[in-house]
Structures are given as structure tokens and as C-alpha cells.
């Protein structure tokens, strides 16, 4: 792998940019492999690389349907953070805050994080209670959080409406200063970079059709390139998780929906921070090319299609205004949808099915950006280790049979 | 936005409705003798199709009534309606139409 650096900027600058080698390569499979990775999004990319580099597997396929970090990865709105209420959630949360913190130099690409501030506003009595439950609750568990009263939220992001006559006046908000955005695609492309050059063959428009099973273990998958050995599976495929475990027997508390986002037309900076509110509910940043970047909650109905109702744009405009009236005149520009794998209690599955061999990595619901390298770390040392890592115990698909739920509807900041 | 037809008042937009979720899910005769897991599988497991999918519909800014609706989840064409007392109707689960 040619390392990148300003070196390697000049260098090629010098002979027209036309130089620059493939970032990876795209290998046909391989008959056999030691672990295979179905899902080339942002988590499975991650899982392959902390894989090869934490664990020393170096036998590894990642299986992509399409191309990778085609779906939710690209379909977000690149929010980060740690915020979370619960012991379990802020320390798996805040591990892939760190992770964040020194990925571009890890996996030398620049991944463009922006620790901008994550304000989640409050606008009823019960609202600010809870986020100041949160703020320490966030605070005895190390994460950084601070909260900041009306006043000091317009300090923090002058372009917002905190007036008393708003029919859900802004009292305060939570910050987060750590948190902020990240690019997504240059998370996808800088794992799969890194995993390649590890030796890990990232396979595109193969997708997985059936699950070998043998006395009660996986022995493979059925892919529409062939059959592909191996003895230990992980399913990482977002919206789609509950078809691949169905291929296995395996029945998952996941629903899929829509989420929607949506972009407006490039404008000035006018919004240097990450606005959400889970009350008047929207969330909105703006990108480096100018764009508001806004979503809110997930369409109410199951579906495997990657686009919703308009009614549910029209609310979080809605919502959006009320906060940001000097958006009034800005012109929307792009909508979409991802399928979002939601779980009862907003929490992810990290962990072993009943089927031998076969690990699942799903559930992250609306929420899975900002878990992307704490994800593929912790779902690396469970693949590896065969145990799951403690700061992914918590999150097994057996809670749902003991009772121990995490829930944390508050802090993922999107109704479902 | 869906446009469903309420067995009761005929087509209306979604906003009208709310949604139930996954339909025919029997509520245990004997809950007294489930054991966790089979708590669990009531409780939370889902089938998630992909595909026509059986789903419960609320009238709730209309007539207030529950009833079910087929569903194809991957084009969102409404396939069937029916009221929660009669037999699902029968249609493959296909994906990908």
C-alpha cells in the first residue's frame, strides 16, 4: 500500500495526478476462508480490518450485494458521538469516540472528522431533566458532556430561534464538544483500504443466497459467485440482517424501516456545530460543501425499499423551521433512504447466535455511523476469540430472553 | 405517501392511520407455562419479511379500527385488506418484486 502523505501529493502533482495506484484491489473468491464478513458497509470493512490488525487473521473475505458502502454507510448523516445514558452504551459508544479520534492516522486516510459539537436541545421540563440526567450520567462514565441553558445554546449556535413564543420554546441543550461529523464515504473507501492492504479480499456484487449448515455449524455460504467455505460467519448487512439470519434458521427482534435524510442546496457556513432535537425532532449540520444535512424519524411501516413517505420530510421541515426560521427560503436539493435493522430496545446485537460459527453484528437501527469503529472492534475480538469482548457482552442476543435490555430510545435521538 | 383502503371508511392517505406492525402474532394461550424463551419469541422476535408481508393498520383520525393489510415491503404495493377476523389470504413471499 502506498502510503499517503504530502509527499506522495507532491509527487504525483508533479507528474499530473494521472499515477496514483488502485486503492484496492477486487479479487475474485477464493474456495475456502478462515473468517467471511457478509456486509461491506462501514461495520463490516471495520470488522475485517480490526480483524487483520488486532487479531492477525489474515484469511479473510468481506462479501458486498452491490458495491461497498453503497448502503447505510452512504445514507446517513455522519453524526458522531458518545452521549449515551446507560453504563453499557457509553462505554462501547465512547471506545468508537476514541477509535474515531485517531483513525485517519491509523488507517492513513483522512476521514474528515470535525469534532464540531453535538447540541441535543431540550424544549419541555421533562426534556431538561433528562438531559441533565444524561450529562451526568455521561460524566461518571467519563464522556465528555456539559449543559448549557437557553442563552448559552444561542451563544453556541447563533442562528437558532430560542424564543419563549416558539410552540416548543428552546430551555437548553446538552453538548457534547467532542462529538461532531465525519465523512462517510472516506470511512468506507479508508477501511477497505487498510483491510486490502492487510491481505483481506473485499468482494463486490457477490451476494450471499443461502448458509451452510452441518451437525447444527456453518460450514459456508451460497453466493451468486459459488459456493465459499468457512467456518466462521459474521453477518453484518444493517436492514437486511433478519434475511441472512432467516438463511440460517436464526429469527432476530429486528424490524427494518425507512429513514430519510435529505440535503439542501449549498449555502455559506452559516451552522458550525450538530444541532438534534428529539422533541420538535430533527438534526441538522452542514457540510463541508455548504449543504444542510437534516434528518429526523424512521417511517412507521416495515420496508426493504430505500426511500419513504413525504409526509415524514414534510415534519422534520417542519421541525427544522421552527428551530432555524432564516432557513425558511433554502431549497431542498436530494432526498433518500437507508434500511434501518431497529431493535425493541434501540440497541445493537454484537454477538453468537444459536447456530454454531455463525456471529451477528446487527440492530444498530438509526444510529450505526457513529458506532462504525467501535463496532468492528469489538465484533473482531468476538469473531477472533470466539467470546465476545466485555464491552460488547452486554449487547447479546440472549437480553432478549433474560431481560436485560438497554434502553436507550432518549439518547439515540430518533423516534421508533 | 401509502394510500390504504380502510375496510370500513375505503382509500385514505396514511396519515390518517397508524401502524401495528407485524399481524398475526397469537398472544399465548397459557402464558402461565412459557418459559423465557418462548417469552422472548412472543415478546420480540419478528419475522421482518421481505417481501408481502401481513402488517396491522390503525384508523386512528378516521374510524378507530384495527385491520390487517398484505403488503409487499420491498415495491410498497398494497396486495390485500382485511378485517382482523378473517384468514390471512394467501400470497407467496417473494422478494425483490
Same mark, same amino acid.
Given at each position: 500500500m502506498t502510503k499517503y502523505s504530502i509527499f506522495t501529493i507532491a509527487r504525483n502533482a508533479l507528474t499530473g495526478h494521472k499515477n496514483w495506484p488502485r486503492q484496492w484491489r477486487s479479487p475474485e473468491p477464493a474456495k475456502d476462508y478462515e473468517v467471511i464478513i457478509v456486509g461491506g458497509g462501514g461495520h463490516g470493512l471495520a470488522t475485517a480490518y480490526y480483524l487483520a490488525k488486532e487479531h492477525g487473521v489474515r484469511n479473510i473475505a468481506v462479501l458486498e450485494k452491490g458495491w461497498f458502502g453503497g448502503g447505510n454507510t452512504a445514507r446517513n448523516t455522519t453524526i458522531v458521538r458518545s452521549n449515551y445514558l446507560w453504563d453499557e452504551s457509553a462505554a462501547i459508544y465512547e471506545k468508537s469516540l476514541q477509535l474515531w479520534e485517531g483513525l485517519s492516522q491509523d488507517i492513513n486516510y #483522512?476521514?474528515?472528522? &470535525?469534532?464540531?459539537? =453535538? $447540541?441535543? $436541545?431540550?424544549? &419541555?421540563?421533562?426534556? =431538561?431533566?433528562?438531559?441533565?440526567?444524561? =450529562?451526568?450520567?455521561?460524566?461518571? #462514565?467519563?464522556?465528555?458532556?456539559? /449543559?448549557l441553558d437557553a442563552e448559552a445554546v444561542k451563544e453556541f449556535c447563533p442562528i437558532i430561534n430560542i424564543s419563549k413564543d416558539a410552540r416548543h420554546p428552546v430551555l437548553g441543550a446538552t453538548l457534547q464538544r467532542r462529538g461532531g461529523v465525519a465523512r462517510h464515504d472516506s470511512v468506507a473507501w479508508g477501511f477497505a483500504r487498510a483491510a486490502d492492504s492487510l491481505g483481506v479480499d473485499i468482494i463486490q456484487n457477490c451476494e450471499v443466497t443461502g448458509i451452510h449448515q452441518e451437525n447444527g455449524r456453518v460450514v459456508g455460504v451460497e453466493t451468486t459467485k459459488g459456493t465459499i467455505k468457512s467456518k466462521k460467519i459474521g453477518l453484518v448487512a444493517a436492514g437486511h440482517s433478519s434475511v441472512l439470519a432467516q438463511m440460517a434458521g436464526v429469527r432476530l427482534p429486528i424490524d427494518s424501516h425507512p429513514l430519510q435524510a435529505l440535503v439542501s442546496e449549498p449555502i455559506k457556513p452559516v451552522i458550525d456545530c450538530v444541532v438534534m432535537s428529539g422533541a420538535v425532532h430533527v438534526y441538522v449540520s452542514q457540510s463541508d460543501k455548504g449543504e444542510l444535512v437534516m434528518g429526523a424519524g424512521i417511517d412507521s411501516y416495515n420496508s426493504y425499499a430505500q426511500r419513504g413517505s413525504f409526509h415524514v420530510i414534510e415534519h422534520q421541515l417542519g421541525a427544522c423551521l421552527e428551530l432555524f426560521p432564516i432557513f425558511s427560503r433554502v431549497r431542498m436539493m436530494r432526498s433518500w433512504g437507508g434500511i434501518v435493522d431497529t431493535c425493541p430496545d434501540a440497541s445493537p446485537i454484537i454477538g453468537k447466535t444459536p447456530v454454531e460459527g455463525l456471529y451477528v453484528n446487527a440492530g444498530w437501527g438509526t444510529g450505526g455511523f457513529k458506532a462504525t469503529p467501535g463496532s468492528g472492534w469489538c465484533f473482531a475480538h468476538t469473531l477472533a476469540t470466539e467470546q465476545p469482548h466485555p464491552l460488547n457482552a452486554p449487547f447479546s442476543l440472549d437480553r432478549f430472553t433474560t431481560g436485560a435490555l438497554i434502553d436507550e430510545h432518549g439518547a439515540a435521538g430518533v423516534a421508533h | 405517501? $401509502?394510500?390504504?383502503?380502510? +375496510? /370500513?371508511?375505503?382509500? @385514505?392517505?396514511?396519515?390518517?392511520?397508524?401502524?401495528?406492525?407485524?399481524?398475526?402474532?397469537?398472544? +399465548?394461550?397459557?402464558?402461565d407455562e412459557l418459559d423465557d424463551q418462548q417469552w422472548a419469541d412472543f415478546?420480540?422476535? @419478528?419475522?421482518?419479511?421481505?417481501g408481502a408481508f401481513a402488517e396491522r393498520w390503525y384508523h386512528s383520525h378516521g374510524c378507530r379500527q384495527w385491520f390487517n393489510v398484505i403488503r409487499n415491503t420491498v415495491s410498497h404495493q398494497i396486495l390485500a385488506v382485511y378485517k382482523t377476523d378473517e384468514k390471512r389470504p394467501d400470497f407467496p413471499i417473494k422478494g425483490g418484486v
Open positions: #483522512n476521514v474528515m472528522l &470535525s469534532q464540531r459539537g =453535538v $447540541l441535543n $436541545l431540550a424544549h &419541555s421540563l421533562g426534556d =431538561v431533566r433528562e438531559g441533565v440526567r444524561r =450529562v451526568n450520567a455521561n460524566r461518571l #462514565n467519563g464522556v465528555d458532556a456539559e /449543559w | 405517501m $401509502l394510500h390504504i383502503s380502510c +375496510p /370500513w371508511c375505503g382509500p @385514505r392517505a396514511e396519515t390518517e392511520f397508524r401502524y401495528g406492525g407485524e399481524a398475526h402474532i397469537a398472544r +399465548p394461550q397459557k402464558p415478546l420480540f422476535m @419478528r419475522t421482518n419479511t421481505k
